[in-house]
């Protein structure tokens, strides 16, 4: 089906534009009404905003001047759109009015191409179409997302693109809109860009299932040009996989491969470019950051916990049962029934049609493939990669526009079994009620956003406003909220969780208290801004001063009701990496290496490897503050019960070798040492005082040490417990 763009078609077009843009207007009117300032409701907003003001500035995804790339963003689309607005003077908060634009444009974008869509799968009822256009913006927990200035309307509206310029390829064969689409919409989100490739594996998946069910004459008797005929090539017979049934197992796979290629060739060489132009940007960023996963997605997926493969699975498992509902009704108003019937009828009449040789129909197929593809690759993307269901389900809110075609398509089926006069009538009731339901909770959203805006215009706009008129210029300050604090404040800020600062991405939690000191020693930072309760093992130090606090009676989405500043008193503290003390008769050793546990660069340097011994979901890294007589020392570590393996350094072969360990364990342990695979003795650990800095030594006879860089192994015996902190290596003098 070929539309017809006349007058009517415009006014249409427009009055859904109208309609986002009121819907857009309700909210940040909500917002400034109640905060007498447009503030958004996420930190992460003040994130993308960073990365457009220094894309602006010719710093390319480097959150601050000095540091290297990084992926915080997420996004590598949406900054890029931003960054104009502030080359222009849309500074400071005054850009969360760009967001707004860019994002109108998504929404409006994504209810057009909504109807359009739905104009050619039900062409007998433009009404039913226009009402799925409104469903869109009629939403009120979608438009919480188009508001928040974050990439989610533009998401949405790419996606709706792709869907529609994909049906039309499939139904005219013009391939340039939808592989300008499909780039766009990979280089928006690593979402955008595993449905863009479920989007190309449908294709294929449509052409092998298409040449399995057309005849031979039938191909070429007229639907040559089409972009998903079947060449000559795979037809003539000179491949060996004709008309003739195969009559091995070889023959089956050739005649497959035969088909699979061939769906690979007739897909179209310009949606193959424009999917290879969408990936490069991933490409990029990953050769430039050194990381091919995210920041963003390790640090809010499994892979942030260091978990073995069993509870791996199994909270995969449990993610991927719950993703369809999250999709399809996260705070609908719906009964969930109801939105998946409809998505199943969809998909089931779309689909049926694979085995119908009429070229229509093979393109309602080959849309159904890519819808059924499209939810596919969105519950396996979110259940193996990323479960991250805070602030209201965000992440699922781009695909408003797919689950509004499938549930109007659903309900089309549905409506085949009334009888033919009362078809019209009964679809179009279905739909306002969907209409009615989706008003009724723009008010109950709006309500919500403007509170969560609040949080923001209550916590962080306090805070940034101190931090410019109290901090030096040059202070570095250690955060978790990586947003606004530093776009707002201008001072050099740590994100402490691992989403701007690549130092930082979690070995294993995001929130793991003895990897990040670690970090804080390495980097020195001379204040911290947090949320208490979000690191409390953070914010216990006894060398934080608190000088600043930012209180809020009442939080709808922020981390805590308290937002405090403190100096960091570094000059209390004794060095954590050299004995407190040493036995009597080696009082005189010098030491000739040091092992740091938490400390990521002194493991890589060490080839340290930790082995937990049992299940767990946690990272396991330890954060002690030792008393040591009048002094304080505080030192990461990691907790295991398997065992610890590492190579020491500078170690003179054919000299006795004394291994200290510091812990805090509570009671008496014996501990297997191995040294290059020889067991040379059992070491005797007895408890330690609580807060008190235990220090065990070991000493290692001459004759076991035969080279420069041995590889030690300790085993607790008996599977308990053991936190280490430091392994140190001393040996006689001279």
Avoid at 239 to 255: C, F, H, K, M, N
Wanted: glycine residues 10%.
């Amino acid at each position: 089906m070929r539309l017809r763009f006349s007058a009517r078609m415009a006014a249409a077009l427009a009055g859904l534009w109208v309609v986002a843009a009121l819907a857009l207007g309700y909210y940040v009117a909500a917002d400034v009404s109640y905060n007498k300032v447009a503030a958004p409701p996420l930190d992460d907003t003040f994130i993308h905003f960073q990365y457009a003001k220094q894309i602006a500035r010719g710093r390319f995804f480097r959150y601050q001047d000095g540091d290297s790339v990084s992926t915080g963003a997420t996004s590598f689309l949406y900054p890029i759109l931003l960054a104009p607005f502030w080359a222009v003077g849309f500074k400071g908060l005054s850009l969360i009015w760009a967001a707004h634009f860019l994002n109108l444009i998504g929404l409006a974008a994504a209810m057009s191409f909504v109807f359009l869509i739905l104009r050619r799968l039900i062409p007998d009822d433009p009404v039913l179409a226009y009402m799925g256009g409104l469903a869109v913006a009629l939403n009120g927990w979608f438009m919480w997302g188009v508001a928040s200035g974050m990439a989610i309307a533009v998401s949405a509206g790419l996606l709706a693109a792709v869907l529609y310029f994909v049906l039309v390829h499939l139904q005219e064969n013009r391939p340039w809109p939808a592989a300008v689409s499909l780039c766009l919409l990979a280089m928006v989100r690593p979402e955008g860009l595993v449905l863009a490739y479920a989007t190309m594996f449908a294709f294929v998946l449509h052409r092998i299932l298409r040449s399995g069910s057309v005849s031979k004459d039938d191909e070429s008797a007229g639907d040559q040009a089409a972009s998903d005929d079947v060449s000559a090539d795979e037809t003539s017979g000179d491949d060996g996989v004709g008309s003739v049934e195969p009559t091995s197992a070889i023959d089956r796979l050739r005649r497959l491969s035969g088909r699979a290629w061939s769906g690979v060739r007739h897909i179209g060489w310009l949606l193959w470019v424009g999917l290879g132009l969408g990936t490069i940007p991933t490409i990029v960023l990953a050769v430039a950051s050194g990381h091919l996963t995210t920041n963003g997605m390790l640090v809010k997926s499994h892979f942030a916990h260091d978990m073995d493969w069993v509870r791996y699975l199994w909270e995969t498992g449990r993610t991927i049962a719950a993703v369809p509902g999250r999709l399809l009704w996260s705070a609908s108003g719906l009964l969930p029934p109801v939105m998946f019937l409809a998505v199943l009828a969809a998909l089931a009449n779309l689909l049926r049609k694979t085995t119908d040789e009429s070229k229509r129909r093979q393109a309602l197929a080959g849309f159904g493939i890519v819808l059924a593809g499209a939810f596919l690759a969105i519950i396996t993307f979110y259940g193996f990669l990323i479960e991250h269901i805070e602030h209201h389900e965000r992440y699922y809110m781009p695909y408003v526009p797919l689950v509004v075609v499938s549930v109007v398509v659903g309900l089309s089926v549905v409506a085949q079994a009334v009888s033919h006069a009362g078809r019209s009538a009964f679809r179009r009731t279905a739909m306002v009620a969907i209409l009615v339901i989706g008003i009724g909770g723009l008010g109950k959203w709006a309500r919500v956003y403007a509170h969560n805006c609040g949080d923001i215009a209550g916590h962080y706009l306090p805070m940034t406003k101190w931090m410019r008129s109290h901090l030096p210029k040059d202070a570095k300050v250690a955060v978790h909220d990586a947003g606004a604090l530093f776009y707002l404040s201008g001072r050099r800020c740590y994100d402490m969780i691992g989403l701007v600062t690549n130092d930082f991405r979690p070995p294993g939690g995001a929130r793991a208290g003895g990897f990040i000191w670690e970090m804080l020693e390495r980097i020195h930072p001379g204040y911290m801004v947090i949320y208490p309760n979000f690191l409390p093992s953070i914010s216990r130090l006894p060398i934080l001063r608190k000088i600043h606090e930012v209180r809020l009676a009442r939080i709808t989405i922020a981390g805590g009701h308290v937002k405090t500043a403190y100096r960091i008193e570094w000059n209390r503290l004794m060095p954590p990496d050299r004995p407190a003390h040493l036995p009597g008769p080696y009082a005189d050793w010098t030491m000739v290496d040091a092992l740091d546990e938490a400390d990521l660069v002194s493991e890589r340097a060490h080839a340290y490897v930790v082995d937990h011994g049992r299940f767990h979901g946690a990272s396991r890294f330890r954060l002690v503050p030792f008393h040591e007589g009048a002094g304080l020392l505080i030192d990461g570590g990691r907790a295991y019960s398997g065992h610890e393996t590492f190579t020491l350094h500078g170690v003179k072969p054919g000299q006795p070798l004394l291994i200290g360990l510091r812990s805090d364990f509570g009671r008496s342990l014996d501990l297997e040492v191995r040294i290059d695979g020889h067991v040379v003795g059992t070491w005797r650990i007895g408890t330690s005082e609580h807060r008190r800095n235990h220090e065990a030594f070991l000493p290692i006879a001459a004759k076991a040490i035969t080279k420069a860089s041995p590889r030690v192994k300790l085993r607790p015996i008996g599977g308990t417990d053991l936190a280490t902190f430091h392994i140190f290596a001393l040996q006689p003098k001279g």
